[in-house]
Structures are given as C-alpha cells and as structure tokens.
C-alpha cells in the first residue's frame, strides 16, 4: 500500500511540474529533461511510470477531469457534470489551450474519445435500465459515437473559444440535450 500512493504522489507530481511549464511553453516543446529536473528525480523514475510525456499528459487529464466525471450518477446528476466540465476548462484554461494549439483539434478530441465512449455507453445502459428498453447493440454504438463526438466537440470549442459563448446557455443546452436523450 505504501508504494502505491508514493507512486500516485510521484505521479502527480509530474503532472503538477507538466502543466507548470506547459502554462509557459507549447506543449510540443516539453521534454523529459525539464520535467525530472522540475521534479528533482531522474530520469528512469520517469520512464518507469510514463512511456513519455504523451503519456504524462493523458494520465494527467485522466485523473483531473474524466475519472472525475466517471464518478457521477450521469442520469441524475448530469448538469452538475458539465458544470465540472466547464469549471475545470476555465481553472486550466492557459494549459488547455497549449494543448490544444501545440497537438491540434483531432488530436486532443482523440484523446477524449476513448473515455468519453466509456461515459456515454454507461449512459446509454443507465436509460435503457432505467426505461426497460432495450436497443440493438449497433444503435448503441451508433448513439456512444453521435453523443461522444458531440461532447468531445463542445468541449473543445469551448476550451479555444469560451469567451465567444454565453456560459449559462451553453450549460443550458447542453441539459436539454441530455434531458431529452
């Protein structure tokens, strides 16, 4: 038990130095290098709980935002998810957008995707429990895609142009869309 939670205090303290410097820099110029030195550790223990700094920054977003979502009743408590969503965007809105400008649109939302299909197929199960309806596994899978790609995309537009959108009413929205799903 011990060394697990020095390896996830380890852990986070790479993701801790990663957005420091990611806050500074572009995120395509963040090197193993400067990460250990800001850590204070060498370099095997980095390589030793990441493959590399892609690596460090899934695990990172991870442990920040989706295993954070993936603890909410997304039935009932849906609003309160996006409202998480867009908290955790404006409170890391500087990393974010390094990201974002130094992987690219497609990249970051293929980030997402993975874990955002996990999120909404859990939802689209929880309805049909919940309505006793249940649906092929093709349109489950057809309705995981439309709804990831649609969160994935809000998401993102939201982290390059939130200033452009009324926050309320994106959060609005957002809750008629899932009300109505």
């Given at each position: 038990m ?5 390896s996830?205090n380890?852990?986070?303290?790479f993701a ?10 572009s995120?395509s110029?963040v ?13 095997k ?7 590399d ?5 899934k695990?990172t977003?991870?442990q920040e ?7 909410f ?8 998810v996006?409202l998480?969503?867009?908290?955790y965007?404006e409170?890391?809105?500087v990393f ?7 992987v690219?649109r497609?990249?970051l939302k293929?980030?997402?995707y ?11 199960k929880q309805?049909e ?5 249940t ?11 439309f709804y ?7 998401l993102?537009e ?10 309320q009413q994106t959060?609005?929205?957002?809750s008629v ?5």
């Amino acid at each position: 038990m011990k060394y697990e939670v020095t390896s996830l205090n380890t852990k986070k303290l790479f993701a801790e130095a990663l957005k420091e410097i990611v806050v500074q820099k572009s995120f395509s110029k963040v090197t193993v290098s400067e990460l250990i030195r800001a850590c204070n550790v060498n370099r095997k223990t980095f390589y030793y709980h990441f493959t590399d700094v892609y690596d460090l920054l899934k695990w990172t977003l991870e442990q920040e935002a989706i295993d954070v979502v993936k603890k909410f009743d997304l039935i009932a408590d849906y609003e309160e998810v996006i409202l998480f969503a867009m908290d955790y965007i404006e409170k890391n809105d500087v990393f974010l957008k390094n990201i974002y400008d130094s992987v690219g649109r497609d990249e970051l939302k293929r980030f997402f995707y993975t874990d955002f299909i996990e999120i909404t197929i859990s939802m689209i199960k929880q309805v049909e429990a919940i309505t006793e309806i249940t649906v092929p596994e093709e349109f489950e899978m057809f309705l995981s895609s439309f709804y990831t790609e649609a969160i994935a995309g809000t998401l993102l537009e939201w982290i390059v142009n939130k200033e452009e959108h009324d926050r309320q009413q994106t959060i609005d929205y957002i809750s008629v869309i899932f009300r109505t799903a």
